[in-house]
């Protein structure tokens, strides 16, 4: 039977669970209101007339009648107006007894002279107390008010006893235990309603799951969240950091409990995630500096009824996938190299075919001889004072794609890079350089220089105690209106395509990550110069950001 019913429970929705359960907790609630208020007026009125009985008895006690009847031993004396004084307050009884406790006054006409019932009088007759009690009596069970009666002398000579049946005086509450009841059904109809459009309202904002459902997607989210390798952080609409797994704890070395439930700027300022809360705009790759941990994270605005309640950020260590970024950027190169070289050779092919139909053989042996000579010697130049790989690559390729845009990219003689210190990463050197030498094809493209004139310059040097990456280009120049230190602000672009404004402020990060400098400078406004100085020697401060 048990199992049953607890198969049937299961089978109910949450809406119907509520609703069911709601409205029972009401009409509990409800009955036991009525039973307590109605105990408690049956209480009251059992005092009221209790009061009312005690003073009536009072009132007759010390009057000159009943006294005189009394020490008369004459019940008569007093019988008719104690009887007509009992029908005017609506009284039960109203009985006299002498000290003996014999009847002396009664409803009853053939009860005189017998002795009170109840075993209530004592305290009365032989205490001189005034009291309500509750006795059984010859005409029921009563509350009654008694009180002695005192001769001149103040001699105790009887007792005076008014009393109420309780029988009469449930019927006075009962009227208001039917009303109570019908008040309960009334009640428990409109919980039910309320109760319907709560449990309505309350499942459509949790997308109609049931609690169980709920529970369990709470405990694989936490599951998920604490085996994926990614960190993932979230925030609320005010900014407040709502949760975070323990990838990203691991990651910024800080515990859950110390960060939980405080404002995303204090715990981690450089983030700025809370920054999307404003722009609504999502953000995927973006290179971040965190705590001195190079990171890539994407950020996701979470909207709920057109109405922006936070923000969730998953990322990763950038060295974790150093290997692969490496790789990537290779092939990367590679492929740029060999589209351009592809295209530049079709171009000198079709040449060469054009001037052997012509006959002109001797110009084929020179064309073909400068293209090799040229070729071959920036693969030497590259090999001899570049020995770095990853950055001889991006050399090369970038300057078959200077030569397929019609630019021309100028290596300086005299520039050198030998083995890179321990903590220089080379493909940190590879972002800067291409950040640097595309702004200046960019910069090139845009300007209003002669197209066989425009060009970008390179020189890098480790001579010394730095390591120094100039590029300088015959562009168009700084844009004008943008200080040169709201450029390197992540966001800020002179360009109108999206996903701009992140590589010179991701180029400040990697300086900034090895102390070093980053210049920049207009030259005569058709031109621009930039220069990176990073140190070669670790310094105490990048000690300790290592070990921490």
Not at 85 to 97: C, E, K, Q, Y
Not at 122 to 146: C, H, N, P, T
Not at 404 to 417: A, N, P, R, T, Y
Request: hydrophobic content about 40%; some cysteine; charged content about 25%.
């Amino acid at each position: 039977m048990k199992r049953n019913t607890l198969c049937n429970w299961q089978k109910l929705n949450f809406r119907h669970r509520l609703l069911l359960i709601m409205t029972l907790s009401g009409l509990v609630k409800l009955l036991i209101l009525s039973i307590a208020g109605f105990a408690y007026l049956k209480h009251w009125e059992e005092q009221d007339s209790g009061d009312k009985a005690l003073g009536i008895a009072k009132f007759l006690a010390a009057s000159p009648a009943v006294i005189e009847a009394i020490e008369a031993k004459d019940p008569e004396l007093i019988r008719e107006k104690v009887e007509l004084l009992r029908s005017s307050i609506n009284a039960t009884f109203i009985v006299i007894g002498d000290k003996n406790s014999l009847r002396y006054a009664h409803p009853i006409a053939n009860r005189l002279g017998h002795k009170m019932q109840g075993e209530d009088s004592d305290k009365a007759l032989k205490q001189g107390l005034s009291y309500i009690s509750v006795a059984e009596g010859s005409l029921g069970k009563s509350v009654r008010g008694k009180t002695p009666i005192f001769s001149y002398n103040g001699e105790i000579i009887g007792v005076v006893s008014v009393g109420y049946l309780l029988t009469s005086i449930e019927d006075k509450v009962d009227h208001f235990l039917v009303f109570l009841i019908a008040m309960a059904i009334l009640v428990v109809l409109i919980n039910a309603l309320i109760s319907n459009f709560t449990a309505k309202k309350f499942q459509n904002a949790i997308f109609g799951f049931e609690p169980e459902e709920i529970g369990r997607l709470y405990m694989e989210l936490e599951v998920t969240l604490s085996t994926i390798k990614e960190g993932v952080v979230s925030i609320d609409a005010d900014g407040y950091l709502r949760s975070i797994n323990r990838s990203a704890c691991d990651i910024f070395n800080v515990k859950a409990k110390d960060v939980l439930h405080r404002r995303m700027s204090e715990v981690l300022p450089e983030s700025n995630l809370t920054e999307i809360l404003i722009s609504k705009v999502s953000e995927y790759n973006v290179e971040l500096m965190i705590k001195g941990q190079a990171i890539v994270a994407n950020r996701q605005v979470l909207i709920v009824d057109e109405r922006v309640v936070g923000a969730v950020s998953s990322f990763r260590l950038k060295d974790e996938i150093t290997e692969l970024t490496k790789q990537l950027s290779q092939v990367r190169e590679y492929s740029d190299l060999l589209r351009s070289q592809t295209h530049e050779h079709s171009n000198k092919l079709n040449t060469i075919s054009g001037l052997i139909h012509l006959g002109k053989n001797e110009e084929v042996l020179s064309l073909i001889g400068q293209e090799t000579a040229r070729y071959q010697h920036l693969i030497q130049f590259l090999r001899e004072a570049i020995h770095e790989p990853m950055i001889a690559g991006v050399l090369l390729g970038k300057s078959e794609r200077a030569r397929e845009l019609g630019l021309m990219l100028e290596i300086d003689e005299g520039s050198q890079l030998l083995t890179l210190p321990v903590h220089i990463r080379a493909e940190d050197l590879v972002t800067i350089l291409g950040n640097f030498i595309d702004n200046g094809f960019d910069a090139c493209i845009s300007s209003n220089t002669i197209k066989s004139e425009r060009k970008v310059s390179v020189s890098i040097s480790d001579f010394g105690n730095e390591i120094i990456i100039e590029v300088e280009d015959n562009g168009c120049g700084l844009p004008q209106g943008i200080a040169q230190q709201e450029l390197i602000k992540q966001g800020v672009s002179s360009k109108s395509e999206n996903n701009r404004g992140v590589g010179l402020y991701l180029v400040d990060q990697i300086i900034s990550q090895y102390h070093g400098q980053l210049m920049m400078a207009s030259i005569d406004n058709k031109g621009t110069r930039m220069t990176v100085f990073l140190p070669k020697q670790h310094t105490d401060k990048d000690i300790k950001n290592d070990i921490n």
